[in-house]
């Protein structure tokens, strides 16, 4: 089952790649797209045990570091997922989380995933852009991705509960 | 792999909150190896440059997503023409009336002629050394685009070593200069946009042949340019001029390749220097098809449009 499992999430981690690349810049407002990759981190640490969670988000954040167009330093979205993930799986109860209760996790992390790579950003002394600019970046990226929510993590969230019976949260 | 799925059996589940908890969170164990993981990556990717040895990471994944990213690309393609059908008379109306204004602005461009016949020359000798050197275009399309969020851009092109790319080649399309090759697979290429922050430019200002250079603004509006820097503190870019590209064959972009042309000039006292805005030529936000710049006669999978317009 949890091989069952990686495969599943390494898939949706794939997929989601692909769509905030090649589709969404179609739709992106000042070049700033939804972070489908993180979507589907937020989703397993909603629904699995926090360790996969965490290591999903580190692989998934390494994928997005290496896959073209990426051209950063890599490693920087593998710690900003990790974070994310650590986080995300510390809001989760023993019930099956209120609609509430998931769209202010994908917000938080959100705000907390795409900050920790702008800091990083400055640490390396990339030379990005202002602070304006950072915050309108964190902003807009924190409003696409709860503008996603109803779209991509419930199905994500079904799969994962589907694939992990013994952590059913329903 | 299969330890991070454990879970010490089903009876334990309504054993009491408190062990449910401890088994929900992260091992603080697990969180710190990640990170450090991850800043192990980076250091590695810094300190390695160039010759980084996560090189050849890249470049499997590329592989790996570079046809998948072309195949998303060609399905979503049609779907990105729809809003054009749906233009209504006034569009079309406005459409005609700016045309109009263009045309007369062109026709008083002509009576000018005379006057600008200096600069032309000197165009004119730019580009045929361009047309000398033969280089020939790989016709190619934007298939990813890099988010904001990831602070570069950078886009995937679906021409990659297959097609005759290499890294270095200067990549334009229509209107001007839109970049540089930064690393190809066999079927995509990463290309480093002018408008990245990272990006320098060789620049040469048409009318006077002053050299300097063109850094990226950071920013995919075209009217908040690039900044020009020239070499020469003393003289002073004239507005309306146009950038071209100066440089070599064996370097990262070819000359005499238009990149945009001033808008605003400043003089800074602190530095002594003259700093002007160069609004690009190309309209990044929209960027599709692009050609990549490869020397004539090389072999490619394609079609190449040589230097006189043939294809070949």
Not at chain 1, 135 to 150: F, G, I, Y
Not at chain 2, 78 to 104: C, H, I, M, Q, Y
Not at chain 2, 122 to 138: I, K, M, N, P
Not at chain 2, 219 to 239: I, K, M, N, W, Y
């Amino acid at each position: 089952m949890t091989y069952l499992r990686w495969l599943a999430a390494i898939a949706a981690v794939v997929v989601a790649l692909v769509v905030q690349v090649s589709l969404f810049p179609h739709l992106a407002w000042h070049g700033i797209v939804p972070n489908i990759c993180l979507l589907v981190v937020v989703a397993a640490a909603l629904t699995v045990e926090a360790p996969f969670a965490l290591v999903l988000g580190f692989v998934a954040g390494l994928t997005l570091d290496l896959a073209p167009p990426a051209d950063h330093v890599a490693g920087r979205w593998a710690l900003a997922f990790t974070i994310a993930a650590f986080l995300a799986a510390r809001v989760r109860q023993d019930q099956k989380p209120s609609a509430m209760a998931v769209v202010g996790t994908v917000a938080a992390a959100s705000f907390v995933a795409t900050s920790f790579f702008a800091l990083s950003g400055i640490l390396l002394d990339d030379p990005g852009m202002s602070v304006a600019g950072l915050l309108e970046v964190v902003l807009v990226a924190v409003v696409w991705d709860v503008l996603l929510t109803p779209f991509v993590l419930p199905p994500l969230m079904r799969l994962f509960t589907r694939l992990s019976p013994q952590w059913a949260t329903t | 792999m299969g330890a991070f799925g454990g879970h010490d059996g089903r009876e334990r589940r309504w054993t009491g909150l408190d062990k449910l908890e401890s088994r929900n969170r992260a091992p603080r164990s697990l969180l710190v190896a990640l990170v450090l993981a991850s800043v192990t990556l980076v250091t590695l990717d810094v300190s390695g440059g160039a010759s980084s040895p996560l090189e050849p990471a890249r470049r499997a994944v590329g592989e790996a997503f570079g046809p998948a990213e072309s195949a998303a690309a060609a399905a979503v393609r049609p779907f990105t023409s729809v809003p054009a059908w749906f233009r209504s008379k006034g569009d079309l109306a406005d459409e005609v009336r700016d045309l109009e204004a263009s045309n007369a602005d062109l026709r008083s461009q002509v009576e000018l002629a005379g006057f600008d016949r200096n600069r032309l020359e000197q165009y004119d000798g730019l580009t045929t050394a361009a047309a000398d050197l033969g280089s020939a275009l790989v016709p190619a399309r934007v298939v990813a685009v890099g988010s904001r969020q990831s602070q570069s851009f950078t886009v995937t092109i679906d021409a990659g070593s297959a097609a005759g790319v290499g890294p270095d080649m200067t990549v334009v399309n229509n209107d001007g200069l839109v970049g540089r090759v930064l690393r190809v697979t066999r079927s995509t290429a990463t290309v480093l946009l002018i408008v990245d922050p990272d990006s320098t430019v060789g620049g040469r200002v048409g009318s006077s042949m002053e050299i300097g250079f063109v850094n990226g603004s950071g920013s995919l509006r075209q009217e908040a340019g690039l900044d020009l820097r020239l070499v020469d503190d003393a003289t002073v870019p004239a507005r309306d001029d146009t950038v071209v590209t100066w440089g070599s064959t064996s370097g990262p972009y070819e000359p005499g390749v238009p990149i945009g042309r001033i808008t605003e000039v400043y003089s800074s006292l602190r530095e002594a220097s003259q700093r002007a805005v160069v609004e690009p030529f190309v309209d990044f936000s929209s960027l599709d098809v692009v050609g990549v710049m490869v020397p004539s006669g090389s072999t490619s999978d394609r079609a190449l449009v040589e230097a006189d317009g043939t294809l070949r």
